[in-house]
């Protein structure tokens, strides 16, 4: 036996993990053999078959889960075999495009996430530009909260949520976004809905995603208030960001155009959606299969984006009363007095210039009540990206 560690040994020295391999067979051969010999085996099978992007493969996947499985039996979750084989495989399931949640989070649960590495990868692009990746830890409680959610489990959500943002010193990947809204989508869910619309609000003072903007307006919605949702949807929809992500928010005003029979928006919507589900390779159902079959020629040849102008375009006559704005005060001047900040009633203060108050410029002091809406700006001093208040009104 002594013979056999040694020569394995030697050969993992020498990277040859193929030659391994074939000397100890396959996964399911190594029970009768030693922890040790095991260990090289395990490792060379993981640097050789387990990281190889075929080994998901519809090929090769029974043996990878056969490893995995294997992986679980022989170490525990402080071995860094243990943890980086199941990270990876469930980096793998949450790829899909319909994960088995339940599934992953029994994965998730094997691993403590205190113990998982918490420095983030750095490696420079093709640009020589310095990058980082999330750590093991970030990626932990990202995978976890997110499969609580999918889960309805609201409670457990929150909770880990609220513990990502307590532990992660770093972000990546808008990560802290995601677990704020998360945080205030399960607090609403748990009809703590006031304490929801003002963390998004406070998420929307210093991120302005589409996301958020969809959210506050289902929930605004889902609350009565149908006019101020809808402008949050419409936003939404304006905002940078992947359509095939926003068909939920094309759903809503399909649904629409179908109670106010509209037929013609109705079917472009239908189509729109149709065609981003194609795009993507998504299933579609029989019915809409039917639907693309009936659907007249004219339609059928319409291009993706003029399909999309012609919805956002009537979505804008007839929807869209007025631009979203905050409503804060004046907290102080700056320059001269042409330039100035002011306190929002939730989240951080923001630049605007005199120049943009629409009404009565003479007429306002410290903490005047006004009402504003924030666009995308630079700030020269700081080199950096910025917010801006304008259209800013006088709240008489």
């Not at 020295?13 to 030693?34: A, F, R, T």
């Not at 490696?123 to 980082?132: L, W, Y």
């Not at 010193?169 to 009809?191: G, M, P, Q």
């Not at 149908?226 to 926003?246: C, F, H, R, S, T």
Request: aromatic share 12%; charged share 35%; with cysteine.
């Amino acid at each position: 036996m002594m013979e056999d560690v040694e020569r394995i040994k030697e050969l993992y020295q020498s990277k040859k993990y193929e030659e391994i391999i074939s000397l100890l067979g396959n996964v399911k051969d190594l029970s009768n053999d030693s922890y040790v010999i095991r260990n090289y085996f395990f490792w060379s099978y993981y640097r050789t078959r387990f990281i190889i992007e075929d080994a998901f493969s519809e090929r090769n996947i029974s043996s990878t889960k056969e490893f995995v499985k294997r992986v679980i039996k022989d170490y525990s979750n402080e071995d860094m075999l243990f943890q980086i084989v199941i990270m990876k495989y469930i980096a793998h399931e949450m790829d899909k495009a319909a994960p088995n949640y339940s599934a992953v989070n029994d994965f998730l649960d094997r691993l403590n996430p205190e113990i998982l590495k918490e420095d983030c990868f750095k490696f420079k692009d093709d640009k020589g530009k310095n990058r980082e990746l999330a750590s093991d830890k970030e990626k932990w409680y990202s995978w976890k909260t997110k499969c609580l959610y999918e889960m309805e489990d609201y409670h457990n959500c929150l909770k880990f949520s609220q513990l990502a943002l307590e532990n992660i010193k770093t972000f990546h990947y808008d990560n802290d976004v995601w677990f704020k809204r998360r945080i205030a989508l399960s607090k609403f869910e748990l009809n703590q809905k006031d304490e929801a619309i003002k963390l998004l609000d406070e998420i929307i003072s210093v991120k302005r995603e589409w996301f958020i903007f969809a959210e506050k307006g289902f929930m605004l919605i889902k609350m009565g208030d149908k006019e101020k949702g809808l402008q949050y949807l419409i936003q939404a929809l304006k905002m940078p960001g992947p359509d095939q992500m926003k068909l939920k928010i094309y759903n809503h005003f399909m649904e629409i155009f179908n109670e106010r029979k509209d037929s013609d928006l109705s079917k472009k919507t239908r189509l729109f959606i149709i065609r981003i589900r194609e795009k993507n390779d998504w299933p579609i159902s029989d019915e809409n299969k039917k639907f693309m079959n009936d659907l007249s020629l004219d339609l059928k040849n319409l291009h993706l984006s003029e399909i999309k102008k012609d919805i956002l375009d009537f979505i804008s006559r007839e929807f869209e009363s007025i631009e979203i704005s905050t409503t804060g005060k004046i907290e102080r001047m700056l320059t001269e007095g042409k330039t100035g900040l002011i306190k929002p009633d939730v989240g951080e203060s923001i630049f605007f210039r005199v120049k943009s108050i629409l009404n009565n410029t003479k007429g306002f002091k410290i903490g005047t009540p006004v009402t504003y809406q924030i666009i995308d700006s630079f700030d020269k001093v700081k080199n950096q990206p910025s917010k801006e208040a304008v259209q800013i009104r006088i709240i008489q």
